[in-house]
């Protein structure tokens, strides 16, 4: 049950919740342990934001 916590925080923050909102939600006293322990990045959005930064220097 506990994954679930972990699935849901990185989720929300995928979707733009804004990690205060999520802290809030999830109840934790200290953002840190929202975004440092729940949060995690996956392959796939960390392909996303390298292909955000090629475009943004393919426009210069």
């Known amino acids: 049950m506990h994954v679930l916590r972990h699935t849901f925080a ?8 804004k990690p205060k909102t999520l802290q809030i ?10 975004m440092n322990l729940y949060v995690h990045t996956t392959e796939e959005e960390k392909l996303k934001e390298i ?5 943004a220097l393919n426009v210069v």
């Open 51 to 55: 292909e955000l930064v090629a475009d």
């Open 25 to 34: 939600i999830l109840g934790h006293s200290n953002i840190g342990i929202t």
């Open 10 to 17: 990185t989720r929300c923050i995928e979707g733009g919740m």
